[in-house]
C-alpha cells in the first residue's frame, strides 16, 4: 500500500516486511497502518452480525484485507522517500485519518455483503408489518461505544504521523464529535420516547 508506485495504481515494494531490515519507526507505521485495514473489516462485521456465516465472513475479510483495501489504499498514498504517490493523491486527494480509505472501503463491501445476504430473517415477514429486534444488551453496547471513542484518540491523534501542535486540535474535535454524537442520539431516543 505504501510502496513504490505503478502508474498510481499498485504498490510494487515493501510486501512481507522484515522487521530487522527497517527501523522501529517503519515498524511501529506497519502496524499503526494495519490497524486502520482491521477497522475496515469490523465495519463489515457489524453489517453482517448473525446474517453471515463466519467462513463466509472470513473470505469477504480476506479479500478486503489483502486485496481491495491496500489497492485503493495505495491510490490515496504517498512514499515520503520518494516523489511516487496513487492516482488519486497526485489529482489532490488527502485523507485524514482514514475517512475514505478505511470507512468508505468498509462501508462499499458491507452494503455489497448486505445486498446479497438480503433482508434480516423474521424482521420482514410476507403478510405482515414489520417486526423490531430490539438490541440484547444496553450495558455491552455502551462498553463497544466506549472502547470506540478512545480508540478514535489513537486513531486521529496518530494520524498526523507526527506530534506537533496540531495533535492537540485533533484530539479536541475528536472528543467534540463524539459528544456531539451521543447527545444527538439521547436527544433522538428522548423525543421518540416522549411521542410514543
Do not use: K
Amino acid at each position: 500500500m505504501f510502496g513504490a508506485s505503478a502508474y498510481g495504481v499498485l504498490g510494487t515494494s515493501g510486501f512481507c516486511l522484515d522487521a530487522g531490515a527497517f527501523d522501529s519507526s517503519r515498524v511501529v507505521f506497519v502496524v499503526f497502518q494495519a490497524m486502520f485495514c482491521g477497522t475496515a473489516t469490523t465495519i463489515v462485521s457489524g453489517a453482517v452480525a448473525e446474517r453471515m456465516q463466519f467462513r463466509g465472513y472470513l473470505i469477504v475479510a480476506l479479500l478486503l484485507a489483502g486485496l481491495i483495501y491496500p489497492v485503493f489504499g495505495h491510490w490515496s498514498s504517498h512514499e515520503e522517500s520518494s516523489s511516487l504517490s496513487g492516482w488519486l493523491y497526485a489529482l489532490g486527494f488527502r485523507d485524514f485519518a482514514g475517512s475514505t480509505v478505511v470507512h468508505s472501503v468498509g462501508g462499499w463491501v458491507a452494503l455489497a455483503s448486505v445486498l446479497t445476504i438480503g433482508p434480516r430473517e423474521g424482521r420482514f415477514p410476507p403478510d405482515e408489518s414489520q417486526r423490531d429486534i430490539p438490541g440484547h444488551s444496553l450495558p455491552m453496547a455502551v462498553l463497544g461505544t466506549l472502547l470506540l471513542w478512545v480508540g478514535w484518540f489513537g486513531f486521529n491523534g496518530g494520524s498526523t504521523l507526527a506530534f506537533d501542535e496540531s495533535v492537540p486540535r485533533v484530539v479536541t474535535n475528536t472528543l467534540l464529535g463524539g459528544a456531539s454524537g451521543l447527545l444527538t442520539g439521547s436527544f433522538r431516543a428522548g423525543v421518540s420516547m416522549v411521542i410514543r
